[in-house]
Nanobody, 114 residues
Framework: QVHLVESGGGSVQPGGSLRLSCVSS????????IAWFRQIPGKQRERVAT???????NYADSVKGRFIISRDVAMNTVYLEMNALKPEDTAVYYC????????WGQGTQVTVSS
């Protein structure tokens, strides 16, 4: 069982930036894809960005042009660079496989507020 651990969240003002990290206990190239999700209490979890093991990228329309997903294969880490943050980006962010999810981690809280 692969474990994924998220970190890097925090509180920022609108327009600010954050970089989230997702460290895998296993080789990320052995996972078909890793995605970043976010969840607001009482709402369904939303997938915001995906990177496949072949390097393909996909973004939700709500973050396209502002968020960048990337990876460091040697470090078994997937990143989410978040720019031009908006209050509606406030959520707990998680990483996981979108196709065959592992156990969900604790996530990392992102709060965008003035």
């Amino acid at each position: 069982q692969v474990h994924l651990v998220e970190s890097g969240g925090g509180s920022v003002q609108p327009g600010g930036s954050l970089r989230l990290s997702c460290v895998s206990s296993g080789n990320i190239l052995n996972i078909a894809a890793i995605a970043w999700f976010r969840q607001i209490p009482g709402k369904q979890r939303e997938r915001v960005a995906t990177i496949t093991n072949a390097g393909g990228l996909n973004y939700a329309d709500s973050v396209k042009g502002r968020f960048i997903i990337s990876r460091d294969v040697a470090m078994n880490t997937v990143y989410l660079e978040m720019n031009a943050l908006k209050p509606e980006d406030t959520a707990v962010y998680y990483c996981n496989s979108p196709f065959r999810p592992f156990s969900w981690g604790q996530g990392t809280q992102v709060t965008v507020s003035s």
